[in-house]
């Protein structure tokens, strides 16, 4: 048999072909997430009780039998030798391979075994389809064409989850915090999707709260700097009752006279902290 199997109008290497039934690693890797970790577990039992659940399959326009759910157990089975699988078509009109995976999508959230949190993961798998079509759909309406029904990503992933719309969103919250600790926490299952996100607001309201206190720390410094310079410039006068004028108000604290304005600058650098009115004595 061809190394290579044409699908859909495409062709594709084939992993597996064995005992009339054949993988190819687009879908063979597709949804190993809530079964990977499992494997040696389940090849155990496989081999003390034989398998039980049938390997799902898709019959290809050529006759090929395309395996679509069970690419764990069949792997078993391959490496156990075991023949006589128990396997059941599945008949969907199927136009292209995102198609298939949709549908395996969908059929692994159906499985009860499944945790909320595998069953979230396993439909954003297919998100990028849905915000597709959520695009597609505004690009028709753009034109003038009828769209039916406007698509709500969120809402879409929660139905192929079975889970509530608000899950779904709290969920996408905490993915996308970058919270490393609360994220493993809850994908382990340590923290419910509730509580993990309850914490990612708290956490990100600190942060806020640490941004504000240090922005109003900067602008008052700055502010105090700006009102520090301004108390100090010098105020320079035009003749000396005008100086004599502010030191009687109390404005100044002190009144230089001088014809060269340069030995100002040495006596601010001197008593930087006195307040001082200064008039430049002319020739």
């Known amino acids: 048999m061809s190394n290579i199997i044409q699908l859909l109008g495409q062709s594709y290497n084939i992993s597996h072909h064995y005992e009339g039934l054949t993988t190819i690693s687009e879908l063979e890797s597709y949804l190993t ?36 759910d069970g690419h ?36 692994q959230c159906q499985r009860r075994n499944l945790t909320q949190i595998h069953k979230i993961q396993l439909a954003c798998l297919h998100e990028e389809k849905i915000q597709q079509t959520a695009k597609d759909n505004l690009v028709n309406a753009g034109k003038g064409n009828k769209v039916e029904k406007a698509v709500d990503t969120l809402l879409e992933i929660a139905k192929i989850a079975n889970v509530g719309r ?9 993915v996308s915090s970058g919270l490393v600790d609360i994220i493993e926490k809850m994908i382990t299952e340590d923290l419910s999707i509730s509580s993990a996100y309850k914490q990612v607001q708290k956490a990100i309201k600190n942060e806020l709260n640490a941004t504000m206190k ?14 520090e310079t301004e108390i100090h410039k010098p105020q320079y006068v035009n003749d000396i009752n005008a100086g004599m004028h502010l030191l009687r108000g109390n404005e100044v604290e002190c009144l230089i006279m001088t014809k060269d304005e340069n030995k100002v600058n040495d006596f601010v650098s001197q008593q930087p902290n006195v307040k001082y009115a200064v008039f430049i004595i002319e020739d």
């Open 33 to 68: 997430l809530a079964d990977i970790n499992r494997y040696s577990q389940l090849k155990a039992d496989i081999e003390k009780n034989g398998i039980n659940a049938p390997i799902l399959y898709h019959t290809t326009a050529n006759g090929i039998k395309l395996v679509i």
């Open 72 to 107: 764990i157990r069949l792997k078993a089975c391959i490496e156990l030798e075991i023949s006589d699988i128990p396997t059941k078509e599945i008949k969907e009109d199927f136009e292209t391979l995102s198609d298939i995976q949709f549908w395996m999508v969908k059929n």
């Open 166 to 174: 608000t899950t779904v969103a709290r969920y996408k919250k905490v």
């Open 214 to 227: 240090t922005e109003v720390q900067e602008e008052t410094q700055i502010e105090s700097e700006v009102i």
